[in-house]
């Protein structure tokens, strides 16, 4: 039997349409338009490319994007005072500070510095603590953006996630706890396996829903998978083939998985269009609670 495909990009371009018609009722209600500024530090190719993706599809949704592009080189103290500035801007509503910084850069310093109220990566101190206390419903709280869409990702194959067993490979403050955390609120049984867990493929084979998101191509085999487990692919790798050519893949074998699993993402066309469109879900959200809007 072949797995079912997975479809983020049509997933999230329903969630896009409803984020843009939401959008659209706050500016009739309340003459009020979100707004989002996406901070990047230098010119890594790849993080330009997620930027654009991002200002662009925030304006399409019909909200304000302000980009702001500084120097690799700038002091630590002067990203603080962009970060700072851009706190204090009461038009801007979300900040989001493109990550990885360059390495002289202090990230954990910078993301403390931003209001959490305006952290639409849930990446903040007290962001991070109201998930973890079950405190980021609808009223309170913003929950990072990629384990958000990979749930709902999830959630497209099956409501009731109850009594499962959840394994996610990769322990990130951006990832993988934050997944631990919303696959535990929905009464999964959660590991959260990582590079010095023993027996990994023994591990994941006790998933009924397993998320990899270690950036290693292709590194989770078919033998891994519990047969009729739904597989979240977080990874996004760029791979060489021949004649100078090359292809993304994420970090299950795509092929050989998809004989097995019950249901699973692609690469691309998974979990990435999700991470954008939970993107500007969180902007419209924090758009709302800084005003104490409901609508
Ligand atoms: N770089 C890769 N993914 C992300 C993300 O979700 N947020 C930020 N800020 N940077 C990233």
Redesign the pocket.
Known sequence: MTATLIDGKQIAEALRREIAQSVAELKDRHNVTPALAVVLVGDDPA?QV?VRSKLKQTVEAGMRSIEYVLPGTIAQSDLVACIRTLNADHDVDGI?????LPGHIDADAVIAELDPAKDV?G?SDLNAGRLASGKSGLLSGIV???PLGSLMLVKSVRQDLSGLEAVIIGRSN?FGKPMAQLLLQESCTVTIAHSRTADLPAVCRRADILIAAVGRAEMVKSDWLKPQAIVIDVGINRISLPEGKTKLVGDVDFAAARLHAQAITPVPGGVGPM?LAC?LGNTLKAARLRRRLDV
Not at 96 to 100: H, T
């Open positions: 993080s997620y989001l500070v493109q990550l990885p990566d990446l990072p953006c990629t951006l991470t993107l």
